[in-house]
């Protein structure tokens, strides 16, 4: 999950920061000696490395007097930080939360339970679980029914009666998972 544009990075603060991914080399330091001519901004001098650099890339920095106060664990992965418990929940993008927050007094979406009850009607389940894999956006189904009516019917029957009791509803839909089980004989 990502976090909210005003979060700043605690290494792009460090007198000296090293992107390993574009070999550039940004000096945020304004008392940093250049003798190449890059341009410079007001604050910043970045210089783009070419492959005949002698000089490693992995030689550690000079401490600069403004390092002493810094703490040496935001040199660690900048995303430490990036806990989503901790992330306050107007921050969040719509389409990152959860759609099971939205309804806390069941615990299935109201498209799950649309198609809970559409199959409930048709096929007299005994066990029946649906749930939306596609995290939230109801194009994705995994369904679990357990059914009297599907006695005697081979699997691929079986699955047949699921997808004509959803009828148009998963023509709709990206994919369908199903798994039908006939419930044990009663012992009486």
Known sequence: MRRAATTLCPRLFSPFY????????????????????????????????????????????????????????????????????????????????????????????????????????KLQPTNLLVQDVSGGCGSMYAIQIESPLFRGHSLLRQQRMVNAALGDLVKSWHGLQIRTSVPPPDAS
């Open 18 to 121: 090293h992107s390993p991914r574009a070999a550039t080399i940004v000096v945020l330091s304004s008392t940093s000696t250049s003798t190449s001519s890059a341009p410079r901004s007001l604050s910043s001098t970045q210089h783009r490395l070419s492959s005949s650099t002698s000089a490693p890339l992995s030689s550690p920095p000079q401490k600069q007097p403004q390092d002493q106060g810094r703490d040496p664990s935001q040199d660690q992965d900048p995303g430490h930080d990036l806990d989503p418990k901790d992330q306050d929940p107007k921050d969040q993008d719509p389409k990152d939360q959860d759609p099971r927050d939205q309804d806390a007094a069941s615990s299935m979406t109201p498209a799950e339970r649309s198609v809970a009850a559409l199959l409930a009607q």
